[in-house]
Structure formats: C-alpha cells, structure tokens
C-alpha cells in the first residue's frame, strides 16, 4: 500500500509541473506601457534597472537575435524570441513576435519586438486576445431593428 501513495504522490507532483509548465505566464500590469490602437508597448532595455520589481529586458542571443525577457522579483517568468524580420527603417529594425503572457487579469499576445539603432532599447508590442468569441476593439453589433 506504501508504494502506490509515492506513486499517487509522484503523479501528482509531474502533473502539477506539466499544467504550470502548458499555463500562460502571469505578470504584472507594467506601469510604462503605452497604449496604442493596436494593443500596448512596453519600453525594453538592455541594462538591468535597479530593484526587485518587474522588468522587461532586451538582451541579444550570440546567434544575433534578439530576445525580450519579462523578470519579476529576479524569476525570469517569460522569453519572447523574435522572429522574421518585418521592417527596418531610420528608428530601428521590427521583427515579429509571439507566445502569449497574462498582464493583470488580461491576456496579451505579442506582435513584435522592435530594436532601435542602437541596439540596447527598443519595445515590445502586444495586442490583446479576445475571450469567449469576442472581437477586441471591434463595436458591438446589436439585431434590433
């Protein structure tokens, strides 16, 4: 009987790891996202702000590619790779994002990461997703006559 409670207790165990591992990551809502049409930006930086609360950073990978890592309290909670390149203009270089993280209690997925010239700031766009069927930031249609 010993034996199928440590295998009752290891299931359990590997079964709460794989759901917190297949969960979307929660953060904080950041306090300098702007907000645009689209969805919102948030500011990322190369150098590691001082404190122990949330902080996006944009860190480049030795392959080249960029990287945005979102910290709360020194945990990395989520990496957003970017992808293709978009666009490349006199600001900057837009590449295209995705994976999905919960911001408060909205769910957010990103669209791409932006790196300006320099290379150590840039942002990161995220559009928000809609729930239950819903369209976001469409207005809503009514039947009446």
């Not at 590691?48 to 949330?54: A, H, N, W």
């Not at 293709?84 to 994976?99: H, P």
């Not at 919960?102 to 997703?129: M, P």
């Amino acid at each position: 009987m010993r034996r199928y409670g440590w295998v009752l207790t290891v299931l359990i165990i590997a079964a709460f790891f794989i759901i917190q591992h297949r969960s979307v990551p929660n953060a904080p809502s950041p306090t300098n996202a702007v907000t645009t049409s689209q969805g919102i930006r948030i500011p990322v930086v190369t150098e590691v702000p001082s404190g122990t609360g949330e902080v996006w950073i944009l860190a480049r990978k030795s392959n080249g590619g960029y990287v945005v890592n979102v910290y709360n309290r020194q945990t990395l909670l989520h990496a957003f790779m970017a992808g293709k390149k978009i666009t490349s203009d006199s600001t900057g270089t837009t590449y295209s994002a995705s994976n999905d993280i919960r911001l408060g209690y909205i769910e957010y997925q990103a669209t791409a990461i932006h790196v300006n010239k320099d290379g150590k700031s840039g942002y990161i766009a995220l559009r928000q997703i809609a729930s239950q069927g819903t369209t976001v930031n469409q207005p809503a249609t009514s039947n009446a006559p």
